[in-house]
């Protein structure tokens, strides 16, 4: 098995920034994309960034020039570098991964937990 854990979230005014961490651990051969998502209370859950194992990124249009998603393979880390918040970026952030597993061979989608980043004055 594998697990997500991310980290970074908390309270921030308008205008500030923050920095989500995601760390993967357990049992794991290699990591495709990673990313990142949000669900903001009484909607669904959208996709906000995601970076390919070669490095490339795309982000919802909502986030971009703001947001910054980032990895780093050794740690087996991704990142996401949020500046010029908005009350509208709200939400309990989770973090994704395209996990090979150690125990079967097969790529399977993981998700963290959620952190909650509340941007308010």
């Known amino acids: 098995q594998a697990q997500l854990e991310e980290s970074g979230g908390g309270l921030v005014q308008p205008g500030g920034s923050l920095r989500l961490s995601c760390a993967a651990s357990?049992?794991?051969?290699?990591?495709?994309?990673m990313g990142w998502y949000r669900q903001a209370p009484g909607n669904q859950r959208e996709f906000v960034a995601a970076?390919?194992?070669?490095?490339?990124?795309n982000y919802a249009d909502s986030v971009k020039g703001r947001f910054t998603v980032s990895r780093d393979d050794a740690q087996n880390m991704v990142y996401l570098q949020m500046n010029s918040l908005k009350a509208e970026d709200t939400a309990v952030y989770y973090c994704?991964?395209?996990?090979?597993?150690?125990?079967?061979?097969?790529?399977?989608?993981?998700w963290g937990q959620g952190t909650q980043v509340t941007v308010s004055s």
């Open positions: 994704a991964a395209e996990i090979q597993s150690e125990i079967s061979g097969m790529w399977i989608d993981y």
């Open positions: 357990g049992r794991i051969i290699d990591i495709g994309s």
């Open positions: 970076i390919t194992n070669s490095g490339r990124s």
